[in-house]
């Protein structure tokens, strides 16, 4: 076994590699760019090298730079994780040659794979079922489209190379062929620098069935059952699970014996998944499943595989990889349970699933355990970056049966708080809650046919905006962070202090005012109208910077807070007196009556909102007069008078 690897990934993968690592007793070397000098693995792994600048070019995409940070560790392998170099034939080779190992299947394993025409003539070849299609080398369009009518339409008209559904077109009718050929060819062109295409016939309700592979180099090879992943958008995936739902026994060995026999026909040693498009408009037929592509290395989505077969499968990956035997023979291998794997995103369901950047200033997951995995990436305070790829994190849980799972998900997503970047959690739970979802009523195209309610915003309801207003105002289940007298409400010389506070959600303007009591109630009234909640409504609402959000279930609402004490210094500006925006008591004096003081000069820290705040002059002026150190004051109370002749 190796004693130390390094890892050529970033992120959540890394991180995930690094936990199997660490129970075996390897060391790990994390490599990072300048974007991820202080991101989550390097913290974890036991070493760290710098690679280069923040674009994947200059730094996850230079094989040299990787080998060498090897090299100069003293690691033994490199792990690839997922993406980047990680089905790059070239990069293996170049690892190899540099004396170190590649955790991964041979260069010539994915170069088998790599070009999905040349892999479907190979799996053809091998007796592996293969969709309906054209997959030769000529590229003229009269040729393509003769294949097109011979398939009949519709068709898919797919690039040869790459993935991620770039390239790709579906065609009804003949008309049509020529304009998506050419859509299709420029997409592709560039993506992969390869514009060259195969045809295939459309699937009417297709399923994304996959199954997860493992060889070794000692000729054997297993499956370990296999993965649902029809829930996709422009063909990204986002709920996996595993087992498929409406599998039967008679599909399910063919489809993995169909999985074993690709597998074999390239001699594969390590982790791999085949992946197979399945025609679901009569169910789940053993004649209705074909062929679709190999992705080389460890997927995204293996978690599901792993709660459902109790098998860690980045430790078979070290093992395969030192040489080993696979760890378990295939009648050992049985599948227990139903698990799903919900990916977090920093994206904008509503906008298209527009990506999202923004710094996660909060950030709650519910705690794990055996029956709930978060693997993330990330840490509260972390950014996320425009260079990579928006994942926060996934979520993935284990039941006993298909419906224990997905109620066990829904759950997970309800304890989930990200404050800071728009997310799609609340569009994850629609989809999770979905009536034909969650009957396992699921193909490729179910997300576009209902993407207007699945991504359908709802304004906030009273209590949210009570909340909002209470978290903003600070005081939450303290009622004396607005008041030190609160506890004398109920008494006649004291009344409950009114404090406003203005927010704005989604272009409205709210105005809130609230009135503490001592008993932890806020009455909040809003447009005339008032409620009264408990302050401890407030507990599922986080501050951040200049915002509050608010969480409802898995759904959340983010308001802007105006801020008080630019408001109070802007008025001041003018005026001879700055006073205090709310209720606080006065921590720091540093100025004194007589003084001179410029524009921007600190006078006073003024705690308040459980935070303290530096109140600085609006102008250049002489203190007339000065709040004292350890005043309670109220809103409006004068902290600062100037003189007004002396105002400049």
Same mark, same amino acid.
């Given at each position: 076994?190796?004693?130390?690897?390094? =890892?050529?990934?970033?992120?959540?993968?890394?991180?995930?590699?690094?936990?199997?690592?660490?129970?075996?007793?390897?060391?790990?070397?994390?490599?990072?760019?300048?974007?991820?000098?202080?991101?989550?693995?390097?913290?974890?792994? /036991?070493?760290?090298?710098?690679?280069?600048?923040?674009?994947?070019?200059?730094?996850?995409?230079?094989? %040299?730079?990787?080998?060498?940070?090897?090299?100069?560790? $003293?690691?033994?392998?490199?792990?690839?994780?997922?993406?980047?170099?990680?089905?790059?034939?070239?990069?293996?080779?170049?690892?190899?040659? %540099?004396?170190?190992?590649?955790?991964?299947?041979?260069?010539?394993?994915?170069?088998?794979?790599?070009?999905?025409?040349?892999?479907?003539?190979?799996?053809?070849?091998?007796?592996?079922?293969?969709?309906?299609?054209?997959?030769?080398?000529?590229?003229?369009?009269?040729?393509?489209?003769?294949?097109?009518?011979? #398939?009949?339409?519709?068709?898919?008209?797919?690039?040869?190379?790459?993935?991620?559904?770039?390239?790709?077109?579906?065609?009804?009718?003949?008309?049509?062929?020529?304009?998506?050929?050419?859509?299709?060819?420029?997409?592709?062109?560039?993506?992969?620098?390869?514009?060259?295409?195969?045809?295939?016939?459309?699937?009417?309700?297709?399923?994304?069935?996959?199954?997860?592979?493992?060889?070794?180099?000692?000729?054997?090879?297993?499956?370990?059952?296999?993965?649902?992943?029809?829930?996709?958008?422009?063909?990204?995936?986002?709920?996996?699970?595993?087992?498929?739902? $409406?599998?039967?026994?008679?599909?399910?060995?063919?489809?993995?014996?169909?999985?074993?026999?690709?597998?074999?026909?390239?001699?594969?040693?390590?982790?791999?998944?085949?992946?197979?498009?399945?025609?679901?408009?009569?169910?789940?037929?053993?004649?209705?499943?074909?062929?679709?592509?190999?992705?080389?290395?460890?997927?995204?989505?293996?978690?599901?595989?792993?709660?459902?077969?109790?098998?860690?499968?980045?430790?078979?990956?070290?093992?395969?990889?030192?040489?080993?035997?696979?760890?378990?023979?295939?009648?050992?291998?049985?599948?227990?349970?139903?698990?799903?794997?919900?990916?977090?995103?920093?994206?904008?369901?509503?906008?298209?699933?527009?990506?999202?950047?923004?710094?996660?200033?909060?950030?709650?997951?519910?705690?794990?355990?055996?029956?709930?995995?978060?693997?993330?990436?990330?840490?509260?305070?972390?950014?996320?970056?425009?260079?990579?790829?928006?994942?926060?994190?996934?979520?993935?849980?284990?039941?006993?049966?298909?419906?224990?799972?997905?109620?066990?998900?829904?759950?997970?997503?309800?304890?989930?708080? #990200?404050?800071?970047?728009?997310?799609?959690?609340?569009?994850?739970?629609?989809?999770?809650?979905?009536?034909?979802?969650?009957?396992?009523?699921?193909?490729? $195209?179910?997300?576009?046919?209902?993407?207007?309610?699945?991504?359908?915003?709802?304004?906030?309801?009273?209590?949210?905006?009570?909340?909002?207003?209470?978290?903003?105002?600070?005081?939450?289940?303290?009622?004396?962070?607005v008041d030190p007298w609160a506890s004398l409400a109920g008494y006649a010389h004291f009344h409950a202090p009114v404090r406003q506070?203005?927010?704005?959600?989604?272009?409205?303007? =709210?105005?809130?005012?609230?009135?503490?009591?001592?008993?932890?109630?806020?009455?909040?009234?809003?447009? $005339?109208?008032?409620?009264?909640?408990?302050?401890?409504?407030?507990?599922?609402?986080?501050?951040?910077?200049?915002?509050?959000?608010?969480?409802?279930?898995?759904?959340?609402?983010?308001?802007?807070?105006?801020?008080?004490?630019?408001?109070?210094?802007?008025?001041?500006?003018?005026?001879?007196?700055?006073?205090?925006?709310?209720?606080?008591?006065?921590?720091?004096?540093?100025?004194?009556?007589?003084?001179?003081?410029?524009?921007?000069?600190?006078?006073?820290?003024?705690?308040?909102?459980?935070?303290?705040?530096?109140?600085?002059?609006?102008? /250049?002026?002489?203190?007339?007069?000065?709040?004292?150190?350890?005043?309670?004051?109220?809103?409006?109370?004068?902290?600062?008078?100037?003189?007004?002749?002396?105002?400049?």
């Amino acid at each position: 076994m190796f004693d130390k690897i390094l =890892i050529a990934n970033r992120g959540e993968i890394a991180c995930r590699v690094i936990r199997t690592a660490r129970r075996m007793g390897i060391a790990t070397v994390a490599v990072y760019s300048d974007a991820d000098s202080r991101s989550l693995h390097v913290e974890m792994a /036991d070493e760290a090298v710098h690679i280069g600048a923040s674009p994947v070019g200059e730094s996850y995409l230079v094989a %040299a730079k990787i080998i060498e940070a090897a090299k100069a560790t $003293g690691a033994q392998a490199i792990h690839p994780g997922y993406g980047f170099l990680s089905e790059n034939p070239d990069f293996v080779e170049a690892v190899e040659a %540099a004396g170190l190992v590649f955790i991964g299947p041979s260069a010539a394993s994915i170069r088998a794979m790599g070009l999905k025409d040349a892999a479907k003539r190979l799996m053809e070849k091998a007796g592996v079922p293969v969709v309906p299609g054209y997959h030769g080398e000529g590229q003229e369009i009269v040729i393509l489209a003769s294949k097109a009518r011979e #398939i009949g339409y519709p068709v898919l008209i797919k690039a040869r190379a790459g993935g991620g559904g770039k390239g790709m077109r579906k065609v009804e009718d003949p008309d049509a062929f020529p304009e998506a050929l050419a859509a299709a060819r420029r997409e592709a062109k560039a993506a992969f620098g390869d514009d060259r295409v195969l045809v295939e016939k459309y699937v009417e309700k297709p399923r994304h069935i996959e199954v997860q592979v493992f060889g070794d180099n000692h000729g054997n090879v297993v499956h370990l059952f296999e993965r649902d992943c029809s829930a996709q958008r422009r063909h990204q995936k986002v709920i996996e699970e595993a087992p498929a739902p $409406g599998m039967t026994p008679e599909m399910r060995a063919a489809m993995t014996e169909a999985a074993v026999t690709a597998a074999q026909a390239i001699n594969y040693s390590g982790a791999g998944t085949i992946e197979f498009i399945v025609d679901a408009s009569q169910g789940l037929r053993p004649d209705r499943f074909w062929f679709m592509e190999m992705n080389t290395r460890l997927q995204v989505e293996h978690p599901v595989t792993e709660m459902v077969t109790g098998v860690d499968l980045v430790e078979w990956q070290l093992r395969v990889a030192s040489g080993e035997r696979l760890p378990k023979l295939q009648d050992q291998i049985l599948l227990s349970g139903h698990a799903f794997e919900a990916r977090l995103y920093a994206e904008d369901a509503a906008k298209g699933f527009l990506p999202a950047i923004g710094t996660l200033h909060h950030l709650r997951f519910p705690p794990a355990t055996p029956e709930l995995r978060v693997e993330t990436g990330v840490r509260e305070g972390d950014a996320i970056s425009p260079f990579y790829d928006p994942m926060i994190a996934k979520l993935v849980v284990h039941g006993p049966d298909r419906g224990a799972a997905l109620e066990a998900l829904g759950e997970a997503l309800s304890g989930t708080e #990200i404050a800071g970047s728009v997310v799609n959690t609340a569009f994850l739970a629609a989809l999770a809650s979905d009536v034909d979802f969650a009957a396992g009523d699921v193909d490729t $195209g179910l997300i576009e046919r209902k993407q207007a309610e699945l991504t359908a915003s709802h304004a906030p309801t009273t209590g949210q905006l009570a909340a909002a207003a209470i978290a903003a105002a600070g005081v939450e289940t303290n009622p004396q962070a607005v008041d030190p007298w609160a506890s004398l409400a109920g008494y006649a010389h004291f009344h409950a202090p009114v404090r406003q506070v203005r927010l704005s959600h989604e272009g409205n303007e =709210i105005v809130a005012k609230l009135a503490i009591a001592a008993n932890g109630n806020a009455a909040v009234t809003i447009d $005339g109208a008032t409620t009264t909640q408990p302050l401890a409504t407030a507990r599922r609402a986080a501050r951040w910077p200049g915002h509050v959000t608010v969480f409802a279930g898995a759904a959340s609402h983010t308001f802007a807070v105006a801020d008080p004490f630019a408001e109070a210094e802007a008025a001041a500006a003018g005026g001879d007196a700055l006073r205090a925006p709310m209720p606080g008591l006065v921590k720091v004096v540093r100025a004194a009556v007589g003084d001179a003081v410029a524009k921007g000069q600190p006078l006073l820290v003024l705690e308040a909102m459980k935070m303290e705040h530096t109140i600085s002059a609006p102008h /250049d002026g002489i203190v007339e007069e000065i709040a004292t150190e350890g005043a309670q004051v109220t809103d409006g109370t004068v902290l600062v008078r100037f003189q007004e002749e002396a105002k400049a």
